[in-house]
């Protein structure tokens, strides 16, 4: 045995003792971050990949189509079942039960009986079928066979060959064959492809029928863009309400909750429907569920409207496309057409459209008006619209008190026969007497011969509540404002209300954020036409439409503040209102202040030309204490009732509508105020002469200043 040992791995040679040594030192930087371990990077990696757009839609893609394929097995199924048995008879006597309709279950249940004898018939002919389908073969065969050999016969009479008798069999013979052979190569295909034909045809319905949960349907559908209305939609969306009795009702009636819904109309914008209720179900609970049955239908809250039709335990739903309200009309009628006139008794005004796209036009004759709503909605610009239309009849007398005062009202400079712009007491005071001189009007109209015909005097005020809230008092300490007996514009509103309508003296009135304090009831009340923009509480819609309209699905409280502007909610005989409804929604054509004012440029032509009484700015052009001082002359006193004739006489356009009150407030300024002199109230010329020289020092004074 060899001693040679064979090393496969050289041993390394010691290092010399004496050799240095170095030490390789790692210096780790305590501010860098720590290394990320694998498994963490690998976590992260695969929920960036599992959250990812395109794997969360490409997920619910599989698992909405897989959903069609096997919920429209599930649709088919029933509809099978349904054909071979009475199940569908059955909740449809359901359904007619629960709805309290028993006279619909009576006939259904008829129906019922005469399905159950035909299909028992069918099984009865069943046990009689076999014997009479084997004589049909039998005969049918030997039928075939001889008429076969009869044409065989006749073929070999035609050819002189005994063998032609046999042709036509031996022919039918091998085309049996034929279709033999082509049975078994198609056959194999046929059972591979013949499921895969059928899983599409399931596929098919189920997406027809969008047979998938929620979460796997497309964006689309999902956020309801372009979802059209369905029976099944609003059955569903009834059903989710949240209203015990009804969803019970409906999951009796199984898939027949479509009978409580009549036809689906287009209207407008939008399509609509009456839903019957069940017993015991009230239109009040699914008229406080509006929200959420917007929401159960995809739209927003102002895109659906509730109102009550004749029909009793049913709701009318109006449902707008989405998004279509957001779209403005087109302009008004009177913007675009020059040729366009007005008749107060006959005329109707284009006001607007309604929810429809129906034109919605407002008759105005011997209607009093109130319209209301929070600010900046679009109040006065529907008021003004009326008013401009009826300007082109050349009849109609206007007075005009705007107690706004910036403008709104100018251009009907020319126009109205009085026109007070601005918001102070005084204003308030002109546009006070203004109606009250209505009353005078209207009173000697009244006691005018019988047939006898009057044009029509609109008196109007826009911004009433200032006129309501007005603390200001005569002298007699009757207040202007307030709704008590002793408020004269109070009284005045309320005495035109009563009789003016007869004389065609007509209020119209324009006021925001209505109150007990600032619109009286009744004077909101006296209105033939109540009309309310958005507004903040249901307690408000009352006040400005009435019970009867809010109880009957009013609702401009659900109006969108800003949004919503210049749409009407309208109680009123005199525009047109779908059936058993109290109430229509408008949506008014906005003339803007340049637009208007052409329009009543072109109204100003048609007259022969009014001068319209700025109020408050004639008393501003004479000197009032020296005019008084002038009709007194030397007598020592005179009648205020004198005074003011003689102050008329001097200029009819600036006293000739002065009262004993305006004279009283211009002598009180200066301390020269009217006193009693035998029972009668007189004005002193030493009084007045007085503050006349008082007044001229003081003048005098400041200049040498």
């Given at each position: 045995?060899?001693?040679?040992?064979?090393?496969?791995?050289?041993?390394?040679?010691?290092?010399?003792?004496?050799?240095?040594?170095?030490?390789?030192?790692?210096?780790?930087?305590?501010?860098?971050?720590?290394?990320?371990?694998?498994?963490?990077?690998?976590?992260?990696?695969?929920?960036?990949?599992?959250?990812?757009?395109?794997?969360?839609?490409?997920?619910?893609?599989?698992?909405?189509?897989?959903?069609?394929?096997?919920?429209?097995?599930?649709?088919?199924?029933?509809?099978?079942?349904?054909?071979?048995?009475?199940?569908?008879?059955?909740?449809?006597?359901?359904?007619?039960?629960?709805?309290?309709?028993?006279?619909?279950?009576?006939?259904?249940?008829?129906?019922?009986?005469?399905?159950?004898?035909?299909?028992?018939?069918?099984?009865?002919?069943?046990?009689?079928?076999?014997?009479?389908?084997?004589?049909?073969?039998?005969?049918?065969?030997?039928?075939?066979?001889?008429?076969?050999?009869?044409?065989?016969?006749?073929?070999?009479?035609?050819?002189?060959?005994?063998?032609?008798?046999?042709?036509?069999?031996?022919?039918?013979?091998?085309?049996?064959?034929?279709?033999i052979t082509i049975v078994q190569v198609v056959w194999p295909y046929a059972v591979t492809l013949g499921p895969l034909f059928a899983l599409l045809a399931l596929w098919s319905v189920g997406r027809k029928q969008q047979a998938a949960p929620q979460w796997a349907l497309p964006d689309?559908?999902?956020?309801?863009?372009?979802?059209?209305?369905?029976?099944?939609?609003?059955?569903?969306?009834?059903?989710?309400?949240?209203?015990?009795?009804?969803?019970?009702?409906?999951?009796?009636?199984?898939?027949?909750?479509?009978?409580?819904?009549?036809?689906?109309?287009?209207?407008?914008?939008?399509?609509?429907?009456?839903?019957?209720?069940?017993?015991?179900?009230?239109?009040?609970?699914?008229?406080?569920?509006?929200?959420?049955?917007?929401?159960?239908?995809?739209?927003?809250?102002?895109?659906?409207?509730?109102?009550?039709?004749?029909?009793?335990?049913?709701?009318?739903?109006?449902?707008?496309?989405?998004?279509?309200?957001?779209?403005?009309?087109?302009?008004?009628?009177?913007?675009?057409?020059?040729?366009?006139?007005?008749?107060?008794?006959?005329?109707?005004?284009?006001?607007?459209?309604?929810?429809?796209?129906?034109?919605?036009?407002?008759?105005?004759?011997?209607?009093?008006?109130?319209?209301?709503?929070?600010?900046?909605?679009?109040?006065?610009?529907?008021?003004?619209?009326?008013?401009l239309w009826l300007a082109f009849d050349r009849t109609a007398e206007f007075r005009i008190a705007d107690l706004k005062g910036v403008g709104d009202w100018a251009m009907f400079d020319g126009l109205a026969t009085v026109l007070i712009q601005g918001p102070t007491d005084e204003h308030?005071?002109?546009?006070?007497?203004?109606?009250?001189?209505?009353?005078?009007?209207?009173?000697?109209?009244?006691?005018?011969?019988?047939?006898?015909?009057?044009?029509?005097?609109?008196?109007?005020?826009?911004?009433?509540?200032?006129?309501?809230?007005?603390?200001?008092?005569?002298?007699?300490?009757?207040?202007?404002?307030?709704?008590?007996?002793?408020?004269?514009?109070?009284?005045?509103?309320?005495?035109?209300?009563?009789?003016?309508?007869?004389?065609?003296?007509?209020?119209?009135?324009?006021?925001?954020?209505?109150?007990?304090?600032?619109?009286?009831?009744?004077?909101?009340?006296?209105?033939?036409?109540?009309?309310?923009?958005?507004?903040?509480?249901?307690?408000?819609?009352?006040?400005?439409?009435?019970?009867?309209?809010?109880?009957?699905?009013?609702?401009?409280?659900?109006?969108?503040?800003?949004?919503?502007?210049?749409?009407?909610?309208?109680?009123?005989?005199?525009?047109?209102?779908?059936?058993?409804?109290?109430?229509?929604?408008?949506?008014?054509?906005?003339?803007?202040?340049?637009?208007?004012?052409?329009?009543?440029?072109?109204?100003?032509?048609?007259?022969?030309?009014?001068?319209?009484?700025?109020?408050?700015?004639?008393?501003?052009?004479?000197?009032?204490?020296?005019?008084?001082?002038?009709?007194?002359?030397?007598?020592?006193?005179?009648?205020?009732?004198?005074?003011?004739?003689?102050?008329?006489?001097?200029?009819?356009?600036?006293?000739?509508?002065?009262?004993?009150?305006?004279?009283?407030?211009?002598?009180?300024?200066?301390?020269?105020?009217?006193?009693?002199?035998?029972?009668?109230?007189?004005?002193?010329?030493?009084?007045?002469?007085?503050?006349?020289?008082?007044?001229?020092?003081?003048?005098?004074?400041?200049?040498?200043?």
């Amino acid at each position: 045995m060899s001693d040679n040992v064979v090393r496969l791995h050289k041993t390394p040679e010691p290092a010399p003792q004496d050799a240095p040594v170095t030490t390789l030192t790692v210096v780790t930087d305590p501010a860098a971050p720590a290394p990320v371990p694998l498994w963490v990077r690998s976590g992260r990696a695969v929920k960036r990949v599992a959250t990812d757009e395109r794997t969360t839609t490409a997920l619910r893609a599989v698992a909405r189509h897989g959903m069609y394929t096997f919920n429209g097995g599930r649709i088919v199924a029933r509809r099978t079942w349904d054909g071979r048995t009475g199940s569908r008879y059955e909740r449809m006597i359901r359904a007619a039960e629960a709805a309290g309709n028993h006279e619909l279950a009576e006939e259904w249940e008829e129906r019922l009986q005469r399905f159950r004898d035909a299909r028992h018939r069918r099984r009865m002919d069943l046990l009689t079928s076999p014997v009479d389908v084997a004589k049909g073969a039998a005969i049918g065969t030997g039928m075939s066979i001889g008429t076969l050999v009869a044409l065989g016969i006749v073929m070999a009479l035609n050819t002189k060959d005994v063998a032609d008798v046999i042709t036509p069999l031996t022919a039918v013979i091998e085309f049996i064959g034929l279709l033999i052979t082509i049975v078994q190569v198609v056959w194999p295909y046929a059972v591979t492809l013949g499921p895969l034909f059928a899983l599409l045809a399931l596929w098919s319905v189920g997406r027809k029928q969008q047979a998938a949960p929620q979460w796997a349907l497309p964006d689309s559908v999902r956020n309801g863009e372009g979802e059209p209305i369905t029976p099944s939609i609003v059955v569903k969306a009834l059903r989710d309400l949240g209203v015990p009795a009804l969803r019970n009702a409906i999951k009796e009636m199984g898939d027949a909750g479509a009978s409580m819904l009549g036809p689906i109309r287009i209207a407008g914008c939008g399509v609509e429907v009456d839903v019957t209720l069940p017993s015991g179900v009230s239109t009040v609970e699914v008229q406080n569920k509006r929200r959420k049955l917007a929401e159960n239908l995809t739209r927003h809250e102002h895109e659906v409207f509730i109102t009550i039709p004749q029909a009793a335990r049913t709701v009318r739903l109006w449902i707008a496309d989405s998004g279509a309200l957001d779209e403005p009309i087109g302009p008004s009628p009177l913007a675009v057409d020059e040729s366009l006139t007005a008749d107060y008794a006959k005329g109707r005004a284009p006001w607007g459209q309604d929810l429809r796209g129906d034109a919605a036009l407002l008759s105005l004759y011997q209607r009093m008006l109130l319209v209301t709503g929070l600010s900046n909605q679009g109040k006065t610009a529907a008021l003004r619209a009326l008013a401009l239309w009826l300007a082109f009849d050349r009849t109609a007398e206007f007075r005009i008190a705007d107690l706004k005062g910036v403008g709104d009202w100018a251009m009907f400079d020319g126009l109205a026969t009085v026109l007070i712009q601005g918001p102070t007491d005084e204003h308030v005071i002109e546009a006070t007497e203004m109606v009250e001189d209505g009353v005078e009007e209207m009173n000697r109209r009244l006691q005018a011969p019988p047939g006898t015909a009057f044009p029509p005097l609109i008196l109007l005020v826009d911004e009433a509540q200032v006129a309501f809230m007005c603390p200001a008092k005569d002298e007699q300490k009757r207040p202007y404002g307030g709704s008590r007996n002793e408020s004269r514009y109070f009284m005045a509103c309320r005495k035109v209300h009563n009789q003016g309508r007869a004389v065609n003296v007509l209020l119209w009135q324009g006021t925001q954020d209505p109150t007990d304090q600032n619109l009286p009831k009744l004077v909101r009340e006296g209105a033939h036409t109540r009309a309310s923009l958005a507004l903040g509480t249901e307690s408000q819609a009352r006040m400005a439409l009435g019970d009867k309209a809010v109880d009957g699905g009013a609702a401009p409280h659900l109006l969108r503040q800003g949004l919503d502007k210049g749409t009407l909610v309208v109680a009123s005989d005199g525009i047109d209102i779908p059936a058993g409804q109290a109430s229509i929604t408008v949506r008014t054509h906005y003339i803007s202040t340049d637009d208007a004012t052409e329009i009543a440029e072109r109204a100003k032509a048609l007259r022969d030309g009014v001068t319209t009484l700025h109020v408050i700015e004639r008393g501003e052009e004479r000197d009032h204490l020296a005019d008084i001082a002038s009709v007194l002359g030397n007598a020592s006193r005179v009648l205020t009732a004198d005074v003011l004739k003689r102050l008329s006489a001097l200029s009819e356009d600036t006293y000739g509508r002065w009262t004993p009150g305006d004279l009283k407030r211009v002598l009180e300024d200066v301390d020269a105020e009217p006193y009693k002199s035998e029972g009668r109230m007189v004005v002193g010329r030493d009084r007045v002469a007085r503050a006349l020289a008082n007044r001229n020092n003081e003048g005098s004074a400041s200049v040498g200043e």
